[in-house]
């Protein structure tokens, strides 16, 4: 009998219990708060819980009608609660606060069937790793001791975060890799923490084994490819040799070389696994190749972003990708754009005026361009070019002769610079209604005579972006340093030239970074500083040629402007000598873990809110502080397999050329005076 009791007093306790959670499982969560925390953010502390606060009532009405665009109510779950817990308990101790505490407290309210949770922490004091030893590393070649040394990531006086000390050993290991010790073993690691200090005491040790070597390497071509390309080639552009001591960055940096050179469609270099080669110290190389089409005609009908102006643009192409062998690239192309296809007086270009109508803007472009793949090494590429132009401006057009050579090479894994030497002939017009006046208006403006221009631009990049299109960690910045005019000044007589050039030097830059407001790239902040200046030399008049001046204005600028239409000068169209621009957004990826409605990809699109500022000058002293532009606006993104497409709306917030009392937006009428312009675009505006 008292067994039957206590039977059913046990099962009466589950059947409350399960009641009671299936009661508060009914709570949604209406808002969860941290406390306590300083040296960890909020938004870290959030990413880590299961529990989540529940959405909106506008998001919960989209969530009733689907899921994909809106959001289901969050509610309270105490085992989820409870595991949450446990996550941030074990997460300050794995980043060195060992004596942290985290409680919780609950507050529900009956009524509106909600529950407030709030996590309260004590941090406590940090370890930081005041003993750091490595063992096992000594007798090793010191270039490798040097490279484990060297780069180190974590030193004394760090703080203790486990994450740190796994990237910390991963690097030592691939450092073993890179250096032919592809079994090296970890045979401790020993993080000792001592109670008197409250610091940590870090000890890697390390067992070398045999250090191996690059052994025979093969080449192998797709069997469903027609072309082949010389084994020489592919020999040449790998890092390693036979005998070499293996590394697998060696291996890593060959395959990019091997795509960089644009001739195959796909490349792997692969270790070969056979019974001879595991009782070896060789490891056999397996290059593999799948050569693209060499032979390619290209018909081009389509967008492109070009002058900060949206541009349709139509063009063939030839390319040859093994040009007289060794993968050496031709390319042959005419192409004509036309921009700002909304102003073009399309009746009057056709009827009356032609090419030269101020509405016009547009571009007609005949190139060839061969690349040598390799010059000196395989990090070094040369590529020569021959164009002939035709730019039409609203105010002018010119036509263009240009050759160039150019030396670019491979500095570093994210680093790249480049050398070119351009010869550029310009003979810019003036355009109008009324000829004879352009004609003395031509005449009267040294900036818009005839040129023949040397110029040599040196630029030095460095590119840590995680992508290309759509990046959200990383940098990107670089450097541009231009100057013009020495070889005509030394030997344009004996080359029959007496056309005026300029003399002048140029700098410019570019600085962009990208980072993740939380940890799941929903909202991503990205800013971007550029500017430059050009200075003629003493006693030169000849103005900087207008190819190579700043403009401002438009859909990669300041969006407040059309594209050349913003400056401090007397022409922006016809640019200046002095540039500063900046720019910040917020780019919202709201729907970042949704489904597809119909056939649109709901994570594909995204919300931009955006803010810039800058203008250009004729020179730097002219620099004001009220006359930097600036625009604000919000932006539409639909990821693309080429890129996202772009739509912003810029609304002029200040402007500098407006008349006292209307400059700010606040003082002109939001409806009938507030300025603002639609640009569209492929891709970010950076």
């Not at 541009?311 to 700002?340: E, H, K, W």
């Not at 401006?393 to 263009?400: D, E, G, R, V, W």
Request: glycine letters at 8%.
């Amino acid at each position: 009998m008292t067994r039957l009791f206590c039977f059913l007093a046990l099962l009466a306790v589950t059947f409350s219990s399960s009641l009671a959670q299936l009661a508060l499982s009914e709570y949604e969560v209406r808002k969860i708060v941290f406390g306590g925390n300083s040296e960890i953010s909020e938004d870290v502390l959030r990413s880590l819980i299961e529990t989540k606060e529940t959405p909106g009532w506008f998001w919960k009405t989209l969530g009733k009608i689907s899921t994909k665009i809106g959001e289901a109510p969050r509610y309270y779950d105490p085992v989820a609660f409870e595991g949450d817990l446990g996550r941030l308990r074990r997460f300050y101790a794995d980043q060195g606060f060992f004596h942290a505490s985290v409680d919780t407290s609950l507050e529900f309210h009956p009524d509106d069937q909600v529950v407030d949770l709030a996590f309260r922490i004590h941090e406590g004091a940090r370890s930081i790793i005041d003993t750091l030893e490595l063992r096992g590393i000594s007798g090793l070649p010191s270039i490798l001791r040097e490279d484990i040394e060297k780069k180190q990531t974590l030193r004394r006086g760090d703080p203790y975060i486990v994450q740190d000390v796994d990237r910390e050993l991963r690097r030592i290991v691939g450092t073993f890799a890179n250096h032919g010790y592809v079994r090296v073993g970890v045979d401790t690691v020993i993080a000792r923490q001592y109670a008197s200090t409250n610091n940590v005491t870090l000890i890697f040790s390390f067992s070398a084994n045999e250090r191996y070597s690059f052994g025979r390497i093969t080449v192998e071509h797709d069997t469903t490819a027609t072309e082949r390309v010389e084994e020489d080639v592919v020999h040449r552009h790998l890092d390693f040799q036979e005998g070499d001591f293996y590394s697998e960055e060696k291996k890593v940096d060959s395959e990019r070389n091997l795509n960089r050179l644009g001739v195959f469609e796909a490349s792997r270099i692969e270790p070969v696994v056979s019974r001879e080669a595991l009782n070896s110290l060789q490891i056999p190389i397996r290059v593999f190749v799948r050569p693209r089409p060499f032979h390619e005609l290209t018909p081009e009908i389509g967008a492109y972003d070009e002058n900060s102006a949206f541009n349709l643009v139509a063009g063939v192409g030839y390319n040859n990708r093994n040009f007289f062998g060794d993968a050496r690239n031709f390319l042959t192309r005419l192409r004509v754009s036309l921009q700002s296809i909304q102003d073009i007086e399309f009746s009057r270009v056709f009827s009356e005026t032609g090419f030269r109508d101020s509405s016009l803007v547009s571009r007609i472009e005949v190139s060839s361009q061969v690349i040598q793949p390799y010059v000196f090494s395989n990090k070094v590429s040369m590529s020569v070019t021959l164009a002939a132009l035709l730019e039409k401006q609203k105010s002018y057009f010119a036509p263009i002769y240009q050759a160039r050579v150019g030396l670019n090479a491979q500095l570093g894994r994210y680093t790249r610079g480049t050398i070119e030497f351009n010869l550029e002939r310009v003979d810019p017009t003036l355009v109008g209604s009324d000829t004879t006046n352009a004609k003395r208006e031509l005449d009267k403006r040294e900036d818009l005579k005839r040129q023949f221009n040397s110029i040599l631009t040196m630029t030095i990049q460095r590119d840590k972006r995680d992508d290309l299109f759509t990046p959200s960690e990383g940098f990107f910045h670089l450097l541009s340093i231009e100057e013009a005019g020495f070889l005509p000044k030394i030997f344009g007589g004996l080359l029959g030239s007496e056309l005026p050039f300029a003399n002048y030097y140029k700098i410019s830059g570019v600085a962009q970074w990208y980072w993740d407001a939380g940890t799941d790239r929903r909202f991503i902040w990205a800013g971007r500083v550029r500017g430059g200046f050009a200075r003629l030399y003493d006693n030169f008049t000849v103005p900087v040629p207008i190819t190579r001046r700043f403009f401002s204005g438009g859909s990669e600028s300041i969006r407040g402007w059309k594209s050349r239409e913003l400056g401090a000068v007397p022409f922006p169209n016809q640019g200046g000598n002095t540039l500063f621009e900046a720019t910040l957004e917020g780019r919202w990826h709201l729907f970042r873990h949704a489904g597809s409605l119909w056939f649109i990809s709901l994570p594909n699109i995204s919300l931009v809110g955006f803010f810039d500022v800058g203008n250009i000058w004729t020179d730097l002293k002219f620099i004001r502080a009220s006359e930097f532009a600036m625009a604000a606006g919000l932006g539409f993104r639909w990821d693309t397999i080429a890129g996202p497409i772009r739509i912003d709306l810029g609304l002029r917030v200040y402007d500098p050329f407006e008349t006292t009392g209307r400059k700010w937006v606040t003082e002109r009428r939001f409806f009938h005076d507030t300025y603002s312009l639609v640009h569209f675009g492929i891709g970010h505006s950076f």
